[in-house]
């Protein structure tokens, strides 16, 4: 069965300060990965998607990117974080026989 | 472009009574996917269910019933005799065949069942 992780768990960091968030799916290959973050509480919004090693798109301009080094693991990052970038990142696979998306645990950043 | 609304922003309801979380949706494809996602205080969305847009027979999985209509674009979901441990923030969401399998979510319903 597949399962997929996301670390840290929680992490708080200072403005001005890097990002490195992770995510890797075990259990399948090829799969489509997806970043959301969920700000205020409720809605998602999807930052990047990757169908590929090496091949993301962005969603939305931000201060954030993300990169897709190897087949299952996908990283989210930020040379300098913003006030506005706290928020509940979430990580999501969706791969063939199986239709939808399906997340990972969720990584809760606070920036400072 | 598609869209999903989900009106209700928050329901509260006594356990053991009967709750329907709305959703509506908008697309022009003719094949496409509907989905609902439980995303409990702890974070994580949960999958709960999937429809196909040429099935339109309802589904019943325990207390959780879901009834898809094409007629109206609409895909709701029943709790029946709900309890505190449905407490959380429910979405419902949209998927169009393609090759990037993107979601559609919408804002999502918070639901609050009291002891």
């Known amino acids: 069965s597949q399962t997929i992780h996301q670390w840290p768990a929680t992490l708080v960091q200072p403005v001005g300060s890097p990002l490195s968030l992770e995510c890797t799916v075990e259990g399948t290959s090829n799969p489509n990965l997806y970043w959301y973050r969920q700000a205020a509480g409720r809605g998602l919004q999807l930052l990047f998607y990757?169908?590929?090693?090496?091949?993301i798109s962005s969603e939305v301009p931000q201060n954030l990117s993300a990169s897709r080094p190897q087949d299952r693991q996908f990283i989210l990052s930020s040379k300098k974080l913003l006030l506005s970038d706290s928020g509940f990142y979430l990580c999501?696979?969706?791969?063939?026989?199986?239709?939808?998306?399906?997340f990972g645990p969720g990584t809760r950043l606070t920036v400072l | 472009a598609q869209k999903v609304t989900q009106a209700q922003t928050e329901i509260s309801v006594v356990e053991k009574e009967d709750v329907t979380l709305d959703c509506v949706y908008e697309t022009r494809d003719t094949t496409y996917y509907l989905f609902w996602y439980k995303q409990p205080p702890s974070g994580e969305l949960v999958f709960l269910i999937r429809?196909?847009?040429?099935?339109?027979q309802n589904e019943i999985s325990g207390r959780y019933s879901w009834n898809f209509q094409k007629s109206t674009s609409s895909f709701n979901f029943t709790i029946t005799a709900s309890q505190v441990v449905d407490s959380a923030v429910y979405f419902c969401a949209l998927l169009l065949s393609g090759s990037a399998r993107q979601l559609t979510f919408g804002s999502g319903t918070q639901l609050t069942v009291l002891p």
């Open positions: 999501a696979w969706s791969g063939p026989g199986r239709l939808g998306q399906f």
């Open positions: 429809r196909n847009s040429f099935d339109e």
């Open positions: 990757s169908v590929g090693i090496g091949q």
